[in-house]
């Protein structure tokens, strides 16, 4: 297995990181992280360093986060009753973005909220 991670910048600014895999001969290539100020997104995996919590690895890794809350939730189905969900939020270029995600190394979509 071969894995190629490309760093590209679009017009507006975004800078979106490409992963591609290839595995039995088959290329995959999927989206990574993603800083789009332009647009009030930043998608990232939540990673805990001994300095706090960042998006992980990607292009978003010098992105810190916090940790607002956390709580057990039913799920409608019965392969997966319960889970924990997670509520985070940071503040970049004075622009607050939240989001909720499914715990540490899971997908985190941040929207950009109005600064109070």
Same mark, same amino acid.
């Given at each position: 297995?071969? +894995?190629? $991670?490309?760093?590209? $910048? @679009? !017009? ?7 992963? $591609? *895999?290839? =595995? &039995?001969?088959?290329? =995959?290539? @999927?989206?990574? /992280? ?5 647009? #009030?997104?930043?998608?990232?995996? !939540?990673?805990? $360093?001994?300095?706090?919590? +960042? ?5 978003? /890794? ?5 940790? *607002? %809350? /956390?709580?057990? &939730?039913?799920? !409608?189905?019965? =392969?997966? !009753?319960?889970?924990?969900?997670? @509520?985070? %939020? @940071? ?6 973005? %939240? #989001?909720?995600? %499914? #715990? ?13």
């Amino acid at each position: 297995m071969e +894995t190629h $991670t490309e760093i590209v $910048t @679009a !017009p507006n600014g975004a800078v979106v990181e490409m992963v $591609t *895999i290839k =595995f &039995q001969g088959h290329e =995959f290539t @999927a989206m990574g /992280s993603v800083v789009d100020k332009a647009n #009030g997104l930043i998608v990232g995996y !939540p990673k805990k $360093t001994p300095s706090g919590w +960042t998006m992980g690895d990607g292009v978003a /890794s010098d992105v810190k986060i916090r940790l *607002i %809350s /956390s709580w057990k &939730q039913r799920m !409608p189905n019965g =392969f997966f !009753p319960w889970t924990r969900i997670y @509520a985070w %939020s @940071a503040v970049v270029d004075g622009v607050r973005y %939240s #989001g909720r995600n %499914s #715990g540490e190394g899971m997908l985190l979509r941040m929207r950009a909220k109005k600064v109070d």
